[in-house]
């Protein structure tokens, strides 16, 4: 006959052995960028995505919202920044940073955050 403890331990071990692997949850859908909605409601609806982390810059007219897994980030301007009242998404994808977005207010300086944006990416290496 065998110690108790041997055969819990053994029961355990099998046990451990057998219990499915855990699945990561599934990454929540992407936020849909609706420029038709409107600069408040959607720069609302990015502030209280589930998901987002809101990042500050320190003297910069934006406000930045990234996803734990960096796949994306949106910026919000706010008035004195280039183009606002705007938008932008920046997805990462293989080939590199791709950014759309919703220019609400002066074109050119919406090309002009653009830029910049772009410009963060490469010192990053991004």
């Known amino acids: 006959m065998r110690p108790a403890g041997l ?3 053994g029961a355990l071990l099998l ?3 057998c219990a499915p692997e855990p699945v990561e949850a599934p ?3 992407a936020l849909v960028l609706d420029c038709a909605q409107g600069f408040d409601v959607l ?3 990015i502030a209280a995505e589930p998901g987002l982390t809101r990042a500050t810059a320190p003297g910069e007219p934006y406000r930045y919202y990234n996803a734990a897994d960096g796949h994306v980030s949106y910026v919000v ?3 004195g920044g280039a183009g ?3 938008i932008v998404r920046q997805t990462a994808t293989p080939a590199g940073m791709v ?3 919703c220019p609400y207010g002066d074109k050119s300086g919406y090309d002009e955050l653009v830029a910049y944006l772009r410009s963060l990416a490469k010192v990053r290496g991004q």
């Open 15 to 17: 046990t451990s052995a």
């Open 84 to 86: 606002h009242p705007a």
């Open 43 to 45: 720069s609302a609806k």
């Open 27 to 29: 990454a929540p859908a």
């Open 99 to 101: 950014e759309d977005g």
């Open 7 to 9: 055969v819990l331990g």
């Open 77 to 79: 301007t706010e008035p």
